[in-house]
C-alpha cells in the first residue's frame, strides 16, 4: 500500500465518518480490505432523479460497490462499474475517477418493473429486477492508455454475490465483499461496503514464506465469518464511527487502518461536451431532435440541460448549405 499507515487500530472516532473511504489490513491473517460508507454523495445523485424505489435502492448498491472497487485499484482516470440486462432495469451505471468523484444512472422500463413487483424481489433483487445479461468492470485512463475491461454474467441473487462471482470468474482472486444501501429515518439515502482479498505474494510481509495452505485457509474462513457478521445498521449508521466498525468486526485480527480518502458527487458534463458530441453527428439528424425550435440535450447522470436554438446551433455546423 502506498498511504501512510497507523498503529494497530483501537476503538476510537475519526473526523469523517461519511463520504469516506477508509483502507485497511488484517495483519493476523494478511487481508487488505476497504471500507466505504455514503451519505450526502449517494443521496445528491440519486435525488436528481426520480426513480422509484426498487431501482434507486439497485443504483444506490451499485454505486456503493462501484466506489469499494475503485478504492483497491491502482488507476489515473475513471473505473466504472455497469450492468445490462433483459429485466426491467435495463442498465445501471456507476463510474468514479481517481480523484473521487462519483456519478451514477440507471434505466428501466416502468410497466416492466410494475409486473415485476407482483413477485418477492427482495431475496433476489438481480434475477427478478436485471434478468439475464452481464456485468462489466471498466478502468479507462485516458485516450493514450489502453482501455481494461472485464465482463461476466449477471451470477447471484444480489449485487454483491455478482462481483464476487467477477473476481472467481475473471481475477481467480478471492474476494469477499457486502454491501448495504436505504433510507434513513429523515429520507436520505445512505450506502455502505466492507471489501476483503487477499494480499498479492510481494505484499503479504507478515506471513510467513513457510505458511500452509490450510493455516491460509483457516484465516480467509475466519475473517469471511467476522464478515457476515456485520449488521446494515453499523455499515450505514454515521453516529458509528467507520474505525468502530472495523475494530468491532476484526480487533482479534490485528486490524490496521490506512489514511482514508474522501469522495464526492460530481457529473463530468459541460456544454463543451455536448457540443462535442453534436458536432460528431449529421446536422440533418441534429435537426430532427428539435422541439419548440431548439436542441435539448439532458445529461442521463445529473439531469443537467443544454438548449441550443437555431444560432447556437449555426454556430456549431457553420451556415446550412
Known sequence: MTTAAVSTLESSPVARDTDVV??????????????????????????????PGPVAQMLAETITLASTLAAALKYEGVFTLQTKGDGPIKLMVADVTSAGAVRGYAQFDEDALKAALTADVEAAPVPALLGKGYLAFTVDQGEHTQRYQGIVGLDGARMDDCVRHYFTQSEQLATGIVVHAGRSDDGNWAGGAIMLQALPDEDAGSVASDAKPSDLEDDWRRAMALLSTVTPGEVLDPALSVNDVLYRLFHEEEVRAYDPHGLNAQCRCSRERVVTVLQSLPREEVAELKVDGAVDVACEFCSTHYRFDDAEIEAIYGPAS
Open 22 to 51: 477508509q483502507p485497511f489490513q488484517l495483519d493476523r491473517s494478511n487481508l487488505r480490505g476497504r471500507m466505504v460508507r455514503l451519505g450526502s454523495v449517494l443521496d445528491e445523485i440519486l435525488s436528481r432523479h426520480a426513480y
